[in-house]
């Protein structure tokens, strides 16, 4: 039972590539979320998917997209990767109603864009 | 949308002290108030949580408190131990709305021999 799995672990990027980030779970979980965390800002929400085939916009959405087409599975990308985008990013999942409300995290990822 | 503060952003209390975090919330809907821990290098975990319709809630050394007219609620950790330096994390979701979580920007608290 791995529980919520994010690959890859560490990436190096230059500014303008692009890249998919690959959160998998095998919780039978509905929801999932992106994260990401930068020194001082706390988590901040990315995108979130209460089920599969749909997405919602979190806090901080631009620059990033995201699919979720099997349930296991939540991906996010990054078309064009600016230095901004520099950051740890955790995926979590959440238990469908009736919901204990704990969130499940990764191991993050870390990106670094160069 | 929510907007979760939290007070302060760092914490320095002597071991054997009680320490202290404090989260404001911007929703009134809101009805889920998680506390996450993240030690260094790891993932964050819950630690504890609290519900609308509950005031307090403990857990063996840590209790949470909640003042849903001052959209208020607070972490208290007594007996502190080397164990508790980590950074801490309140947050807040209005569950079976949305369950969009929301999260402050995190108190790293220090336990000093």
């Known amino acids: 039972n791995a529980g919520v799995t994010q690959t890859p672990k560490f990436r190096v990027l230059k500014t303008g590539q692009s890249m998919t980030l690959l959160c998998a779970q095998d919780?039978?979980?509905?929801?999932m979320y992106w994260y990401r965390q930068d020194p001082g800002m706390g988590l901040r929400l990315i995108h979130y998917?209460?089920?599969?085939?749909?997405?919602a916009k979190g806090e901080v959405p631009d620059g990033y997209n995201v699919s979720r087409l099997k349930k296991q599975n939540f991906l996010l990308g990054l078309e064009s990767a600016a230095p901004s985008q520099t950051s740890v990013y955790f995926c979590?999942?959440?238990?469908?109603?009736?919901?204990?409300?704990?969130?499940?995290f990764g191991e993050g990822s870390r990106l670094t864009v160069l | 949308g929510e907007n979760v503060e939290q007070h302060p952003s760092t914490l320095s209390v002597q071991e054997g002290d009680s320490a202290v975090i404090k989260c404001t919330y911007s929703?009134?809907?809101?009805?889920?108030f998680p506390w996450y821990k993240q030690e260094l290098g790891k993932r964050p975990q819950l630690i504890i949580d609290?519900?609308?319709?509950?005031g307090e809630k403990k857990d063996q050394r840590i209790a949470v408190t909640l003042n849903k007219t001052a959209k208020h609620f607070s972490l208290h950790i007594t007996e502190t131990q080397p164990e508790d330096s980590a950074v801490y994390f309140c947050?807040?979701?209005?569950?079976?709305?949305?369950?969009?979580?929301?999260f402050g920007k995190g108190t790293r608290l220090h336990i000093l021999p």
């Open positions: 998917s209460v089920g599969e085939g749909t997405t």
């Open positions: 919780m039978n979980h509905e929801y």
């Open positions: 947050a807040a979701s209005v569950m079976n709305r949305d369950d969009k979580i929301i």
């Open positions: 929703d009134s809907a809101s009805n889920y």
């Open positions: 609290i519900r609308s319709n509950v």
């Open positions: 979590a999942t959440l238990g469908g109603v009736p919901s204990s409300g704990e969130l499940f």
